[in-house]
């Protein structure tokens, strides 16, 4: 099965930028879609982004216009660009993948946005 490993996280000063890496041990091409989650201290994990197979992006209302996802499956790596980060983005951040017949996590990044 294909392992997930994040990067990228850190410490942040609101209105900064990170960009986290979820970097696959296998092939993402197969994979029918591909997702990044965070979950705050005391809170549900909430679904942040979504990039399917071919391209087509979503994000929860709020990262829209702030963070961005994409994929390169040359490098079998999913990428989510966050820029104008606020303290309430503070999280740590996991990606997803669907593959065929199983489901895959990475461990987590830690993200933290001071004032």
């Known amino acids: 099965q294909v392992q997930l490993v994040e990067s990228g996280g850190g410490l942040v000063q609101a209105g900064g930028s990170l960009r986290l890496s979820c970097v696959a041990s296998?092939?993402?091409?197969?994979?029918?879609?591909m997702s990044w989650f965070r979950q705050a201290p005391g809170k549900q994990r909430e679904l942040v982004a979504g990039i399917t197979s071919d391209g087509r992006t979503s994000y929860a209302d709020s990262v829209t216009g702030r963070f961005t996802i994409s994929r390169d499956n040359a490098k079998n790596t999913l990428y989510l660009q966050m820029n104008s980060l606020k303290p309430e983005d503070t999280a740590v951040y996991s990606c997803r993948g669907y593959f065929t017949g199983y489901t895959s996590w990475g461990q987590g990044t830690q993200v933290t946005v001071s004032s």
């Open positions: 296998g092939s993402i091409a197969s994979s029918n879609d």
